[in-house]
């Protein structure tokens, strides 16, 4: 089913539009894209390398700006913010999850899901994120000592903790093992379902559309299909 | 909640301990000497001043020539400047009046001789008497039996008081004219007609003194000069460090120093003058706290001066000269340093016409704000703390961009994690923070440390040097609350603001800028273009440009630690270059200065010594060039200038016989200090009285031994207003023994100018060496600093080019010969900027003060404050070698983050 635009939404992306560089060696990245997503909403932005779809993440997150254009969250346009208010705005709304763990090396499993929980104003319990990523017998471990996976469940923990309106996830699995892969989309959805996060994650994998509550595809800096799941799976019986 | 990034610090710490052990010893050691010497100075600073009030210092002093009669005191004491107009007035109304009543007298009886003449012969011719004889004699006769009559007859007849009236008032009033006509010289010359004279009433208290000779190990020869006071009870008293003051003939406390110094103590005999006398006091005076002997002494010398106290009979005993010396005491105080300026120039003016019209001569006057002995040490602990705090504060800022280097690689590495944090919302400020804690904590704990062992061990170190260089009372501690600031509050201010400014510049960036690890703020489009050299070789290269900040704070740091091998070296150099000198510094091994040309009979002083030639001196002032002064050094504004007059031919110094008057030979030492060169024009002028002399400077005399200026005798007596022939003593090559002690003012010898090398010397001696070796172990630990920073970074590297089969002695020639290279190249340059740094800052320091004294350096000093350093190096380069050779292989295989 095609997703509307609703224009009191959640979260509003309207018209962004964004190039790098000038003169021959510009490139448009962003083509003028627009949808929004409502709040609690799984939403999932899938789309080959390229197409803009990280870009579009940083914009929503607030860590990059569009040329024109604009994002709003719960009515308030990011475009207005100084980059005072955007930290702010990130502080207190937004949760991250990248490819790479970026764990701080010399501070253990809970000391790392700390820093998160310290932006927040009403921040999950600390021990009860660790139990549910499965990292109690980790919790005072380093990040060197633990795997790929171990180390990912970490960043969501820190992410989450947060307890964020929206948890913004940039190819969460791309540098892990199909199984692996699995237990973390099994993680997220968790999160999803227990604290009611929106979720916003980038993807390459068209699998994981599947687990999805909205697909948003990009290609070429334009949205391609912007349609909602209505066959929606648990990421346990994902497969690709 | 608080921070948890705040839990990173103790980790990091623990981590890397030997680093920040390294890094706060350095703190602890700094940050200790700096507070110990506050403290320690601040307790001997409240000690000298609680003796100058308890010890009642003076205010100043004046020598007179002779004793002051009891008139002259009382007029002094008033403050108040002599009518000098009324004096010379006076003076020559007496000496017309005589040469009036001289003449009127003269004049009066030729006329009743010639009366009583011609009455004779009148009467010789009514009774026809021609003969000559005959009437001579009747003449006589008449004479002899009527003049005494005829003589008051005339002086009581009414013209001839008239006459005589007339005779002396025109007389006075040509005195007064011709005082009229000569005013503006007179005033101009005693500066009486300067504005802004106040009365300054003193009180004034006799404090005589003998300079004697003072012989510690009774061997029969000289070993000292020592100035010897009776005991006094009112002004300018002593502390006693250990005994009491004597109490019998016989008795002496003498200057705890120069007891040290020269190793006598209590119980002791010593021969004073031909006297023997035992010690029973080690004391301070609170007018000597440096043993200086005269105020233009560049150097207090605890050798070879002394002090003392003796009871009147001892006093009288000794044989050498009298110094009628005065002690002044202002009734009201002046506070500020420019009031004691202008008491002292208004008791001058007191003191000049005061002297003159009771006809006294002033030999000295010090006030004493400008005198050495009481200023010296307290400024001269006050500069310690200065140059010391200043030495702290530039090895903490080099700490700090250490730090800062440190901090920014971390940032550099830890970008991925900066990135994320800021995109999760941790503002700037709160990552700034969280960077500049470490420095600002470390800091910390080396404040704390280092005021802990300040308070305790370094206090009594600093207490102890002060002690062992000055004549001081005891000490009692006192806590410095300045202390705290200055070893506390300044490092966190220094280590803050460079942290705070690197830091703040490096997380600029957008957290997407640090989430593509893209930190270069200039990003070139192509590698920079080297030579082509082999691969080692570019390779070394490319790491030189990478650590370029390491290497300019590197720089920056050996800059300054050359310098102070350049001090550590450079002073000895220079006072044993001073020592090998000395004897060219003197122009004959004995240089006898006379009280006077004469004996108390009228007789020129002479000798029978052959290789005697006479001589004159005076001292002038030379109005110092570039305005620079120190507290404390130097006798005062001017430049004190000593003007010789030599004999024609002299064997002992070379100018032409047939100068120009006006036209001068300057020695080498005044050439050089005020860069002055045949054909300048130079100013010198009396020290009390406004009088100036212009000279030319007509070449050069090789003498670095003094401030002075040379010419013929006999151009000397011109210029002073001397008589011609006269002279103040004699250069002689053997020691003179026909001239009564008590007409010999003082003897020059060569030991008296290498006494300031001597009490250098032994002021700072053995801690040469010591700083040396200290120097040594901080360049060792800065270069460690930054080498470990630049293996650090190239850590991946190394791990990847072990991988790839380079073996570690060929991995260690790519990494640690680069920094051999670069710390070669800068230990060179280093020790040239820092040596002509050296030269400069003494150059400025001698100029601020009396004398000359040029800095030196032998060839082989200079080669080991280089060698010196690259010694430390070496040991670094071991460490670093061990460092890489430890680096795992895993490293490079490591995730990113």
Known sequence: MKAENNPNAFLRISDLKKSFGTGAAKQDVLKGMSFTVEKGEFCVLLGPSGSGKSTLLNIIGGIDTPDSGFVSIDGDKLKDMDDKALTMYRRKHLGYVFQMYNLIPNLNVKEN???????????????EVITTLGLQEHKYKYPNQLSGGQQQRVSIGRAVVKNPDILMCDEPTGALDYKTSKEILALIEDCNAKYGSTIIMVTHNEAIKDMADHVVKLRDGVVRHNNMNEAKIPASELEW | MRNPLIKRIPKELKSDWPKYIVIIVFMVLMIGLVSGMYVGHDSMIAAIDEGRVKYRLEDGSFELKSRAADELIKDIEKGDMADVREYFINEGIKEADEEVEKAVNEELEKQVKDGIAQAVKAQCEAFGITDEAVIKEQTDTAIEQGFEKALKEAKESEDFKKAEAEAYEKAHDEVKKAVDEEWDEIAEEYRLDEEGFETTPVTIYEHFYRNAKEDFDNDGTQDATVRVFM???EVDMASFLEGRAPEKDGEIAIDRMHADNVGVKVGDTITVGNKKFEIVGLLSYVNYLTLHESNTDFMFDAFGFDVAMVTPEGFEGLGARKHYSYVFMYDEKPETKEEKADYADNLLKCLITQTLVHDSEIEDFLPEYTRKASNFAPSDIQSDTSGVSILCYILIAVIAFIFAITISNTIEKEAGVIGTLRASGYTRGELVVHYMSMPFIVTLIGAILGNVCGYTLFKEVAVELYYNSYSLPTPAVTWSPVALVKTTVIPLILMFLINLFVIVDKLKLSPLRFLRRDLKKVRRSKAMRIPRWSFLGRFRLRIVFQNMPDYLVLTFGVIFIELMLCFAFGLPDSLNEYGDKAPSMVFADYQYMLMSNKDDDGNIIETSEESAEKFSMKSLQYARQGGLKIEGFGSGEDESV?????SPDSRYVSIPADLADGDVYVSSAFATKYELKTGDKISLHEEYENKAYEFEVDGVVDYDG??????????????????????????????????DEEYIATVITVEDITAVTTQLMHSMG????????????????????????????NESSISMVKILGFKNGEIASLYIVPTAIIVSIVAVFSFVVGYFLMIYIFKIFILAMDGYFSFYMKPVSMILAVVYLLVGYAFVSVIDYIRIKKVPMSEALKNVD
């Open chain 2, 231 to 233: 005991r006094n009870d």
């Open chain 2, 766 to 793: 053995g801690m040469f060496d010591v700083f040396r070796y200290v120097l040594v172990v901080m360049a060792a630990a800065l270069i460690y600093l930054l080498t470990k920073i630049i293996i650090e970074k």
């Open chain 1, 113 to 127: 899901i700390e820093v998160g929980a310290y932006l927040s104003d009403n921040p999950l319990d600390v021990e």
């Open chain 2, 642 to 646: 000593t003007v010789y007059g030599i």
């Open chain 2, 706 to 739: 003094g401030v002075a200026v040379f010419m013929p005798n006999a151009g000397f007596n011109r210029m002073f207003d001397k008589k011609e022939g006269d002279f103040l003593g004699y250069f002689s090559r053997n020691e003179i023994d026909d001239i």
